[in-house]
């Protein structure tokens, strides 16, 4: 019997080392360090900020170049916010699209190297329904393309804007 359970744990293991090895080709969210990004997103946390707008998530993403990076995020009704995606300088466009929990689109923006602020796409949102919505930025780099910096920052309004009741 002693052998029987031996026998039987030895099998589990091996079939949980199998599938923990198969699990590595996962898609892992890393962060990453770029300077440059890194004074953008400042700048705009600062911008917005003073503009009366909270911070509610932001992260620094390591991405692949054409390979979206699903965020999904609870949005209130009627509740303004505020999304901003900082790509990689080098990289030659920029896309973030935006779903509903239907799945329906419901923001598209698309920017390429060269459009004045280029890399950064910036966007208001007030949904009419309290959901889960998903956003997808992207960068298409043609000389790298993988190890892209990307950040991502989503803002809600909070107070009217202080500068307006001056």
């Known amino acids: 019997m002693k052998k029987f359970y031996f026998s039987l744990v030895v099998f589990l293991s091996m079939v949980s080392a199998r599938v923990i090895a198969q699990s590595d080709n996962v898609i892992r969210i890393s962060p990453c360090d770029n300077q440059s990004i890194s004074k953008q997103a400042d700048s705009i946390k600062h911008l917005l900020e003073s503009g009366g707008f909270a911070i509610l998530r932001e992260a620094s993403i390591t991405m692949e170049s054409e390979y979206e990076i699903p965020i999904i995020v609870p949005m209130n009704e009627g509740t ?37 602020d280029g890399n950064v796409i910036s966007y208001s949102y007030i949904p009419k329904v309290s959901e889960y919505h998903m956003i997808k930025p992207l960068q298409v780099n043609s000389l790298h393309k993988k190890n892209l910096c990307g950040y991502v920052m989503l803002f809600k309004k909070t107070v009217e804007d202080p500068k307006a009741s001056r």
Request: proline share 0%; no cysteine; hydrophobic share 30%.
């Open 80 to 116: 303004w916010y505020q999304f901003v995606f900082i790509g990689d300088i080098k990289s030659n466009t920029y896309e973030v699209r935006m779903y509903d929990y239907s799945e329906r689109q419901v923001v598209y923006q698309k920017k390429k190297w060269g459009d004045i």
